[in-house]
C-alpha cells in the first residue's frame, strides 16, 4: 500500500538494512532486507517493511523474517518474503505462499543463433501465439478426468513425461524432479479440480509470458559452457504457475487457517497472514493441497515447455531434439518447503515459505539435481518484456544468510491501474517492435499496458543487488526478442 | 432473518472502484449490509467484462457461512468468482439475498459464451487485507481489496 513506513530501518551494510525486534508489538525476530541505498527510498514507501514485520510475529519463526531486493506489497507475507519456522513449534501459512502456488520459471537452451531465428521470428512468435491457449481463465487442449487430476497432483512433471509432454530427462533439470511427496489429494476440493481440470499446458494472464530470448551476455564462460550457452544463442524462457487450480486451493486454504488461527489462539496483525501449525491437522493438511498444486504448477510448465518444442518443430522443420532444446532448468518462485538449514552451527528441519524469492543452493547441497551438484543449482530471474532475465548460480552465502534465497523478478514499481493510464493512446505492441525489434503478441491489449516495461523495476538493478549481496552470483543476461502474453 | 431484494432502491448503493498496490477495490456505502454486499457483488462481476453482454437467461443459487460479517463478505464475493472462473457461469445482477444461519443469494445471468464474452481481466481472490464493515445508524461501508 502506499502510506510511507514509520518502521525503523538500520542499516546492517551496503545491502542490508535490518528491522529490529520490538519494533512492532509481537515480534519474535528481527526482519532483515536486502536492498541498496537507492532502492530503499522506494521501500519505504510502501508498507512492505509493516509486512517484514508483522511475519517476525508468526510462532515458531526461526532466524529472520526477511525480504529479497525485489521486495513489494503481497497479501500478508510481502513478495520477496523468506520466512523459515521450526517444524515442531511453528506455523505453516497460505499467506506465505501466494495465490499462484508453484509460480515460476522453466528456461530452454537450443542449438540455434540469433541469425538463424531473426529471419523467421514473426512466424515462431506467431506459432507460439496459437499453440500455447493463453489469456484469462482460458482452457486448453487437454481435459483431465478425475483420475487424471489426481494423478497429476501425485505425480507431477512425470505425468507429463509419461503422456508425451516431455522428455525423460527434462526431470532431471527440474527443482524436486517437480514433484512434491507430501501431495494429497484427498486435501483438494471439488472446486479446485473443477478449476484445474482443463487448464493444464495454459500460460494464463498478467505477468505471465514465454519469451524467446538471446544470449546477451556472459559474466561466468565456464559455468555458461556447463549449461551449454555462449553469447547469440537463442533461449525460451516460460513462466507460469498452478492457474485456477492453485488460486483455489490458496483460498479454500485462507478459510480453514482462519478458522484454525482463531482455535490455536494466534493473534495476527493481518487476517491474510492466517495459519495452522505444520503439525496440526490443519497444518497438515494444507502442505498435502499445496504440494499437489505445486505438482500441477510444475506438470503445467512443462507441457508449456511441450508446446514450446511444438512450435519450433513446426517453424525450423526438425525434431526438437536436433535443435538442442534442452531445459536447463525449472525453479518455483512460490511455495513452502521442507528443507534441511544451519541454525546456529547445527542443522535443523525447518518449512522454508518463499513467497516471490528463488532458492539458491550451493555446489554440493544434497538438493541440486546431480546434473549440477558440482556447481550449485540455477537461479532463474525473468525481467519485463522490453528489457532482459538472468541466470544465476545459488551461492553458498545465500545458504548462510537466507535459508539459501534469493530475489525472483524485477518487482513492480507501478500500479497496474497507473500503468494503463500511462500507456494511454500508446500502442505498446508496436514500440517495442519499433523501437527494439521485440515482437510480442498478446490476447488483450490491457495485458500490454498493465505490462509495459516501464511499470516494473529495472531487473539488471534487483539482480545486481543479488549479486553484489551474495545471494547469487550472474552467469547470463538474456534478452529478449520476442514473446506471447495472456 | 434479514433480506434484500433486487426492487430495492439501488440508488441509495454506491460503489466505489479504487486502485491499491496495483490491485483492485471497492468501497460501498448502502442503507444496509445485504444491499451493499449486492451491488459489491455487480461490481465484481462488472470489473470483469461490460455487464451489458450478460444475458439474464436462468437463475442461480448460492449458499455460504461465515463465522463473522467479514468472512461471510469474503466467502460470498469468492463463491460469485468462482461461478465465473470455475462454472464459467456469468451473473449479471444479485436478484435476492437472504442472511439467516447462512446467507442465501439468488442471482441472475448466463453461461459463459467465448463468442459474446471477453473476460479482461483475472480476479485471484477477494482478500480480508484491510477489510472493513462499518455500520452507522443508517448506513453500511464495506472496504473490500481484490488480487488481480
Same mark, same amino acid.
Given at each position: 500500500?502506499?502510506?510511507?513506513s !514509520?518502521?525503523?530501518?538500520?542499516p546492517?551494510?551496503?545491502?542490508?538494512?535490518r528491522?529490529?525486534?520490538?519494533?512492532?508489538? /509481537?515480534?519474535?525476530?528481527?526482519?532483515?532486507?536486502?536492498?541498496?541505498?537507492?532502492?530503499?527510498?522506494h521501500?519505504?514507501?510502501?508498507?512492505?517493511p509493516?509486512?517484514?514485520?508483522?511475519?517476525?510475529?508468526?510462532?515458531g519463526?526461526?532466524?529472520?523474517?526477511m525480504?529479497?531486493?525485489?521486495i513489494?506489497?503481497?497479501?500478508?507475507?510481502?513478495?520477496?518474503?523468506?520466512?523459515?519456522?521450526?517444524?515442531?513449534?511453528?506455523?505453516?501459512?497460505p499467506?506465505?505462499? /501466494?495465490?499462484?502456488?508453484?509460480?515460476?520459471?522453466?528456461?530452454?537452451?537450443?542449438?540455434l543463433s540469433?541469425?538463424?531465428?531473426?529471419?523467421?521470428?514473426?512466424?515462431?512468435?506467431?506459432?507460439?501465439?496459437?499453440k500455447?491457449?493463453? /489469456?484469462? /481463465?482460458?482452457?486448453?487442449?487437454?481435459r483431465?478426468?478425475?483420475?487424471d487430476i489426481?494423478?497429476?497432483?501425485?505425480?507431477?512433471?512425470?505425468?507429463?513425461? %509419461?503422456?508425451?509432454?516431455?522428455?525423460?530427462?527434462?526431470?532431471?533439470h527440474?527443482?524436486?524432479?517437480?514433484?512434491l511427496?507430501?501431495?494429497?489429494p484427498?486435501?483438494v476440493?471439488?472446486?479446485?479440480?473443477?478449476?484445474?481440470?482443463?487448464?493444464?499446458?495454459t500460460?494464463?494472464?498478467?505477468n505471465?509470458?514465454?519469451?524467446?530470448?538471446?544470449?546477451?551476455?556472459?559474466?561466468?564462460?565456464? =559455468?555458461?559452457?556447463?549449461?551449454?550457452?555462449? *553469447? !547469440?544463442?537463442?533461449?525460451?524462457?516460460? @513462466?507460469?504457475?498452478?492457474?485456477?487450480?492453485?488460486?483455489?486451493?490458496?483460498?479454500?486454504? =485462507?478459510?480453514?487457517?482462519?478458522?484454525a488461527?482463531?482455535?490455536?489462539?494466534f493473534?495476527?496483525?493481518?487476517?491474510?497472514?492466517?495459519?495452522?501449525?505444520?503439525?496440526?491437522?490443519?497444518?497438515?493438511?494444507?502442505v498435502?493441497?499445496?504440494?499437489?498444486?505445486?505438482?500441477?504448477?510444475?506438470? !503445467? *510448465?512443462?507441457?508449456?515447455?511441450?508446446?514450446?518444442?511444438?512450435?519450433?518443430?513446426?517453424?525450423?522443420?526438425?525434431?526438437?531434439?536436433?535443435?538442442?532444446?534442452?531445459?536447463?532448468?525449472?525453479?518455483?518462485?512460490?511455495?513452502?518447503?521442507?528443507?534441511?538449514h !544451519?541454525?546456529?552451527?547445527?542443522?535443523?528441519?525447518?518449512?522454508?515459505?518463499?513467497?516471490?524469492?528463488?532458492r539458491?543452493?550451493?555446489?554440493? @547441497?544434497?538438493?541440486?539435481?546431480?546434473?549440477?551438484?558440482?556447481?550449485?543449482?540455477?537461479?532463474?530471474?525473468p525481467?519485463?518484456?522490453?528489457?532482459?532475465?538472468? =541466470?544465476?548460480?545459488?551461492?553458498?552465502?545465500?545458504?548462510?544468510e537466507?535459508?539459501?534465497?534469493?530475489?525472483?523478478?524485477?518487482?513492480?514499481?507501478?500500479?497496474? @491501474?497507473?500503468?494503463?493510464?500511462?500507456?494511454?493512446?500508446? @500502442?505498446?505492441? %508496436?514500440? =517495442?517492435?519499433?523501437e527494439?525489434g521485440?515482437?510480442?503478441?498478446?490476447r488483450g491489449?490491457?495485458?500490454?499496458?498493465?505490462?509495459?516495461?516501464?511499470?516494473?523495476?529495472?531487473?539488471?538493478?534487483?539482480?545486481?543487488?543479488?549479486?553484489?549481496?551474495?545471494?547469487?552470483r550472474?552467469?547470463?543476461?538474456?534478452?529478449?526478442?520476442?514473446?506471447i502474453?495472456? | 432473518?434479514?433480506t434484500?431484494?433486487?426492487?430495492?432502491?439501488?440508488?441509495?448503493?454506491?460503489? $466505489?472502484?479504487?486502485?491499491?498496490?496495483?490491485?483492485?477495490?471497492?468501497?460501498?456505502?448502502?442503507?444496509?449490509?445485504?444491499?451493499?454486499?449486492?451491488?459489491?457483488?455487480?461490481?465484481?462481476?462488472?470489473?470483469?467484462?461490460?455487464?451489458?453482454?450478460?444475458?439474464?437467461?436462468?437463475?442461480?443459487?448460492?449458499?455460504?457461512?461465515?463465522?463473522? $460479517? $467479514?468472512?461471510?463478505?469474503?466467502?460470498?464475493?469468492?463463491?460469485?468468482?468462482?461461478?465465473?472462473?470455475?462454472?464459467?457461469?456469468?451473473?449479471?445482477?444479485?436478484?435476492?439475498?437472504?442472511w439467516d444461519?447462512?446467507l442465501?443469494?439468488?442471482?441472475?445471468?448466463?453461461?459463459?459464451?467465448?463468442?459474446?464474452?471477453?473476460?479482461?481481466? $483475472?480476479?485471484?481472490?477477494?482478500?480480508?487485507?484491510n477489510?472493513?464493515?462499518?455500520?452507522?445508524?443508517d448506513?453500511?461501508?464495506?472496504?473490500?481489496?481484490?488480487?488481480?
Amino acid at each position: 500500500m502506499t502510506t510511507k513506513s !514509520n518502521i525503523p530501518l538500520e542499516p546492517i551494510d551496503r545491502w542490508r538494512v535490518r528491522i529490529p525486534k520490538g519494533a512492532v508489538a /509481537g515480534m519474535r525476530t528481527d526482519g532483515i532486507i536486502y536492498t541498496s541505498p537507492e532502492f530503499l527510498a522506494h521501500v519505504r514507501t510502501d508498507n512492505t517493511p509493516q509486512q517484514v514485520a508483522n511475519v517476525a510475529t508468526l510462532p515458531g519463526i526461526v532466524g529472520s523474517s526477511m525480504a529479497m531486493p525485489d521486495i513489494h506489497w503481497g497479501y500478508g507475507f510481502p513478495i520477496g518474503g523468506v520466512a523459515a519456522f521450526d517444524i515442531e513449534e511453528g506455523i505453516i501459512s497460505p499467506g506465505g505462499v /501466494g495465490y499462484d502456488i508453484n509460480c515460476g520459471v522453466s528456461l530452454l537452451r537450443t542449438d540455434l543463433s540469433q541469425s538463424d531465428v531473426k529471419p523467421v521470428l514473426e512466424k515462431l512468435i506467431s506459432t507460439l501465439f496459437t499453440k500455447i491457449p493463453a /489469456g484469462v /481463465g482460458t482452457g486448453g487442449p487437454i481435459r483431465l478426468k478425475s483420475k487424471d487430476i489426481d494423478n497429476v497432483m501425485t505425480r507431477g512433471a512425470r505425468w507429463a513425461v %509419461e503422456h508425451g509432454y516431455g522428455w525423460d530427462i527434462d526431470l532431471n533439470h527440474i527443482e524436486e524432479n517437480g514433484c512434491l511427496k507430501e501431495a494429497d489429494p484427498n486435501q483438494v476440493s471439488d472446486k479446485a479440480r473443477l478449476r484445474g481440470k482443463d487448464q493444464l499446458g495454459t500460460l494464463g494472464s498478467g505477468n505471465h509470458f514465454v519469451e524467446v530470448q538471446v544470449v546477451e551476455d556472459i559474466f561466468d564462460e565456464k =559455468l555458461a559452457g556447463i549449461f551449454g550457452l555462449e *553469447r !547469440n544463442q537463442i533461449c525460451v524462457m516460460v @513462466h507460469s504457475g498452478s492457474r485456477g487450480f492453485g488460486y483455489q486451493v490458496c483460498d479454500d486454504f =485462507l478459510g480453514v487457517m482462519q478458522r484454525a488461527a482463531r482455535e490455536y489462539g494466534f493473534e495476527l496483525p493481518d487476517r491474510q497472514l492466517a495459519c495452522a501449525p505444520i503439525q496440526s491437522k490443519q497444518g497438515k493438511a494444507y502442505v498435502g493441497a499445496m504440494s499437489a498444486a505445486a505438482n500441477y504448477g510444475w506438470t !503445467n *510448465r512443462l507441457v508449456l515447455v511441450h508446446w514450446v518444442r511444438e512450435a519450433f518443430r513446426q517453424v525450423f522443420d526438425k525434431e526438437p531434439m536436433q535443435l538442442g532444446l534442452r531445459l536447463i532448468y525449472d525453479i518455483t518462485h512460490n511455495i513452502a518447503r521442507f528443507e534441511t538449514h !544451519n541454525v546456529d552451527g547445527r542443522p535443523r528441519k525447518l518449512c522454508v515459505h518463499r513467497k516471490g524469492a528463488t532458492r539458491s543452493l550451493p555446489a554440493g @547441497h544434497p538438493k541440486v539435481p546431480e546434473v549440477y551438484r558440482h556447481i550449485g543449482a540455477p537461479v532463474l530471474i525473468p525481467g519485463d518484456m522490453g528489457r532482459a532475465s538472468y =541466470l544465476l548460480i545459488g551461492t553458498e552465502k545465500a545458504a548462510q544468510e537466507t535459508f539459501a534465497s534469493t530475489c525472483h523478478g524485477a518487482g513492480r514499481l507501478q500500479s497496474r @491501474h497507473a500503468a494503463v493510464r500511462a500507456t494511454k493512446g500508446r @500502442h505498446i505492441a %508496436e514500440e =517495442l517492435r519499433s523501437e527494439k525489434g521485440i515482437i510480442v503478441y498478446a490476447r488483450g491489449r490491457r495485458t500490454l499496458a498493465e505490462e509495459y516495461p516501464e511499470a516494473y523495476k529495472n531487473v539488471e538493478d534487483v539482480v545486481e543487488i543479488a549479486h553484489q549481496a551474495g545471494l547469487s552470483r550472474k552467469v547470463a543476461k538474456l534478452r529478449p526478442l520476442g514473446g506471447i502474453k495472456g | 432473518m434479514k433480506t434484500h431484494n433486487s426492487s430495492s432502491p439501488k440508488s441509495k448503493v454506491t460503489v $466505489e472502484e479504487y486502485e491499491a498496490s496495483g490491485d483492485l477495490g471497492f468501497r460501498a456505502k448502502g442503507p444496509d449490509l445485504l444491499s451493499v454486499a449486492a451491488a459489491v457483488a455487480q461490481s465484481l462481476v462488472a470489473a470483469l467484462l461490460p455487464l451489458d453482454t450478460i444475458r439474464e437467461r436462468e437463475t442461480r443459487s448460492l449458499e455460504v457461512s461465515g463465522e463473522d $460479517e $467479514e468472512e461471510l463478505m469474503i466467502n460470498f464475493l469468492n463463491e460469485v468468482l468462482f461461478l465465473v472462473f470455475g462454472h464459467r457461469w456469468l451473473p449479471r445482477r444479485v436478484e435476492s439475498l437472504t442472511w439467516d444461519k447462512k446467507l442465501k443469494a439468488l442471482l441472475i445471468g448466463e453461461p459463459l459464451d467465448s463468442k459474446r464474452h471477453q473476460i479482461e481481466r $483475472e480476479i485471484k481472490a477477494v482478500t480480508y487485507h484491510n477489510l472493513s464493515i462499518i455500520h452507522t445508524r443508517d448506513s453500511v461501508t464495506i472496504d473490500i481489496l481484490c488480487d488481480l
